[in-house]
């Protein structure tokens, strides 16, 4: 790398602080928390985790941390996915495929809107629009 | 494609000495075997604090906090927490007092009341990678500083900080700053001192091997507002790794351009080298250390002039310690208002401690000013091992004195632990239980400032030795009467005399001691006795008639005198006995007395 310019290292603190924030729990609002279970494996989770990551690069969200945690004990409807956020319910949404992952991270971490017809656990039913 | 984890793995001395370097070849090995390698990355980090603990791994962003991981951990971490996404449990670590897994790495007691500013970087970035530094806001202070403020501007911010020196006396720093920029010089020099030779005191070496680069950044800005082109890092040689981050840091510094000719396209050019020491400790002291850069004889000169109007060939130059320098940057970023929030009255910021002996915690750590010692010991510290009581903390090393039970809420600053005796010093915190004998602990120190001293002038010389050998006479229980008025005299001699901070503080640890242990020495004197059972000379081991005759004690005996049949009462050889205690220790039956 040749010499850094005032806009060269700027840019480059852009870059490099966006890369590092992932690794940074501190100053997020908001938690994904897959169960990554034996159970969950084996339906998918992993795929899920990849969706997560890739959506949340893509749609610039950057609040949120994405967490494994080992089988929540729901093994009938994995990938089963714990999401916490500042001013909406923590919600636990069953059965996140792929594009289900997707949604989360547009409607729930973007938009502040639940995806309702996932929701596993509904933690206190007069939040949730039917 | 962004990774899943970071696997942080903690590559400081304290880990590195319990095979941290070989987990991290295995992690790595590990991922590449379980083909996971684009999914987690492994990053070499600096020193958490918690060495104790070490080695230590931390994976983001869970959080999960692992410890005393072995190499060949390394597999079962792979393998299921990455893998599978399931943390090992039998790593994670879990508080002494309820046994608990903490929810996160700030939950931790360890780690609950401390506020990192020095410390920020360390093992939260690689700090062989200039880019993780950078993505930290590095760098940005000297940005700042260059294109947004005058030198002026950068004086009045570091004298509104409130900012004082962080290697013992605690001189505002904005002030010594402003010396050296109110002087006409053709050349002005920046240095700074990584000599660290207070025993028991890490906390230097620690900021430079996990965050090299802001103490170039902060240098670099002192250079630009005292209008000097030239930096030396003074540091001794017993820190190879924290000399290897140093030049890899300075390297790649030049290579971007922060550091070199034209710093950043302006006209402001600033360079530095490293000067290794050989390791005296009265090198640390700023005119010895100076000359020892020119590459004389490291022994202290009378001051004034201070080195700050005139220093390193006869040139104004600043001179400051290592952990006063990592406050720099973040003092431009965030503000002099924001670091004046921190802290006590008279001492602003935080303070790094380097926290050992007999405590549960031990390790570095970093609190705000105005802390309380018992905060410390109890909150980070997790209490006295073994659940003894406090008996003292001695902090300010060779320099300082002792803080005892009393003083356990007084909010620590520079000024209350003067108050009481002590010094800040430059942060060793060791703590003591009733185990721990005052005069022996009081000898320790003055042995070092009599090996250490350069034998210059007379006071500490002389003085020193004299001490030391009243003490060591106490300790055998030769002490007389006379001994005290005798120590305090000669201290107050030295106090006065003595050309440096070397003999002027030597006499410290004695003063303290002999005002808050008086009936230590009082019993050491008058009854030949020491309370803790530390003074080998004063103890006697005699078996009562609790002894069943089991034998243990006779079997464990190095030298092989105490006699008796079995299950008949045993004695000891007096004349025979080293004194060792192992039969103290060892019997079940409370059939030996120590006295
Ligand atoms: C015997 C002796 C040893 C010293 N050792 C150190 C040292 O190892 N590191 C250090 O920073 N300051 C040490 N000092 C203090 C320095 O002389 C000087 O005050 C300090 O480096 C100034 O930096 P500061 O203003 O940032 O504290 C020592 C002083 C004395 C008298
Ligand atoms: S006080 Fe001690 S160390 Fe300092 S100059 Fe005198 S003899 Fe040397
Ligand atoms: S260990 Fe204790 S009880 Fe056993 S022989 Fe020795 S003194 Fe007696
Ligand atoms: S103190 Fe040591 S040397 Fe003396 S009797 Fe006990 S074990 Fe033997
Ligand atoms: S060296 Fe690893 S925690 Fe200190």
């Known amino acids: 790398m040749a010499k850094l310019t005032l806009d060269d290292l700027r840019k480059l603190r852009d870059e490099k602080k966006q890369a590092m924030n992932q690794r940074d729990a501190e100053g997020k609002t908001a938690q994904v928390i897959i169960g990554m279970g034996t159970c969950g494996i084996a339906a998918g989770a992993k795929a899920a985790f990849d969706a997560f990551l890739d959506e949340m690069d893509k749609t610039g969200v950057t609040h949120a941390t994405i967490k494994q945690t080992g089988c929540m004990g729901l093994c009938f409807s994995e990938p089963t996915v714990e999401v916490k956020m500042e001013g909406m319910p923590d919600v636990v949404y069953g059965n996140v495929d792929e594009d289900t992952a997707r949604r989360i991270v547009r409607d729930h971490l973007k938009n502040k809107t639940l995806v309702s017809d996932h929701i596993f656990d509904k933690p206190s039913t007069d939040i949730i629009k039917d | ?595």
Request: charged share 25%; aromatic share 8%; glycine share 12%.
């Open chain 2, 1 to 595: 494609m962004a990774y899943k984890n970071y696997i942080m793995v903690c590559t400081g001395t304290g880990c590195e000495s319990s095979k941290a370097g070989q987990l991290y070849e295995n992690l790595n090995a590990e991922l590449k075997a379980a083909g996971v390698e684009e999914e987690a990355q492994l990053v070499k980090t600096g020193c958490f604090g918690f060495c104790e603990q070490g080695p230590i791994v931390k994976i983001l962003p869970d959080e999960t906090f692992y410890v005393k991981v072995k190499p060949e951990d390394a597999k079962e971490i792979v393998a299921e927490h990455i893998v599978k996404g399931r943390p090992v449990d039998r790593l994670i670590y879990k508080e002494p007092s309820s046994d608990k897994t903490p929810v996160d790495t700030d939950n931790i007691g360890f780690y609950r009341k401390q506020f990192r500013i020095v410390l920020r970087n360390c093992a939260v970035i690689n700090p062989e990678i200039i880019d993780e530094y950078i993505a930290r806001d590095g760098y940005g202070a000297l940005e700042k500083a260059l294109f947004e403020m005058s030198p002026d501007d950068v004086l009045q911010e570091i004298k509104d900080s409130g900012l004082r020196g962080r290697g013992g006396a605690g001189f505002p720093t904005g002030t010594k700053w402003g010396f050296t920029k109110g002087v006409e010089a053709d050349q002005k020099y920046i240095v700074c001192n990584a000599d660290e030779g207070d025993p028991g005191a890490y906390m230097d070496r620690s900021v430079l091997e996990g965050d090299p680069h802001s103490v170039l950044e902060a240098m670099a800005i002192a250079g630009y507002t005292v209008g000097a082109s030239k930096g030396f890092i003074y540091i001794r040689a017993e820190y190879p790794l924290a000399i290897d981050r140093l030049n890899l840091a300075i390297a790649q510094a030049k290579e971007y351009g922060l550091l070199g000719d034209n710093i950043l396209g302006t006209d402001f050019s600033f360079d530095i080298e490293l000067r290794l020491g050989a390791g005296a400790f009265v090198c640390g002291e700023e005119t010895a250390l100076l000359a020892s850069i020119e590459g004389k004889r490291g022994m202290p000169i009378p001051r004034p002039p201070f080195p700050a109007v005139k220093g390193l060939w006869g040139k104004p130059t600043v001179i400051n310690n290592v952990e006063t320098w990592a406050n720099i940057p973040v003092i431009l970023l965030k503000g002099a208002k924001w670091f004046n929030s921190i802290g006590t009255e008279t001492s602003k910021g935080t303070k790094v401690f380097a926290l050992t002996g007999k405590i549960n915690n031990s390790g570095l750590i970093e609190v705000p000013m105005g802390t309380t010692l018992r905060e410390i010991i109890f909150d980070i510290g997790g209490g006295i091992a073994g659940g003894k009581p406090f008996k003292a903390a001695q902090t300010g090393g060779p320099s300082g004195g002792c803080i005892t039970p009393q003083f356990l809420d007084t909010p620590i600053d520079y000024e209350s632990l003067m108050s009481i005796g002590s010094m800040m010093g430059s942060g060793g915190m060791i703590v003591m239980d009733e185990d721990d004998c005052m005069i022996d602990v009081t000898k320790f120190y003055l042995e070092f400032t009599v090996d250490e001293s350069c034998g210059k002038c007379a006071p500490c010389r002389i003085g020193g030795r004299t001490c030391y050998n009243i003490l060591d006479r106490i300790s055998k229980g030769k002490g007389e009467v006379e001994d005290l008025q005798k120590l305090k005299d000669i201290g107050h001699a030295m106090r006065k005399a003595s050309l440096c901070g070397l003999g002027q503080t030597a006499p410290n640890p004695v003063m303290s001691t002999m005002k808050y242990f008086e009936d230590e020495y009082k019993a050491h004197i008058e009854d030949n006795k020491c309370p803790a059972g530390k003074c080998k000379d004063m103890l006697s081991f005699s078996i009562n008639d609790n002894c069943v005759g089991c034998t243990a004690c006779a079997r464990v005996c190095p030298v092989s005198c105490i006699s008796g049949e079995v299950k008949q009462k045993h004695v000891i050889d007096q004349d025979k006995c080293i004194k060792c205690g192992q039969c103290f220790t060892k019997c079940k039956f409370e059939a030996i007395d120590r006295a």
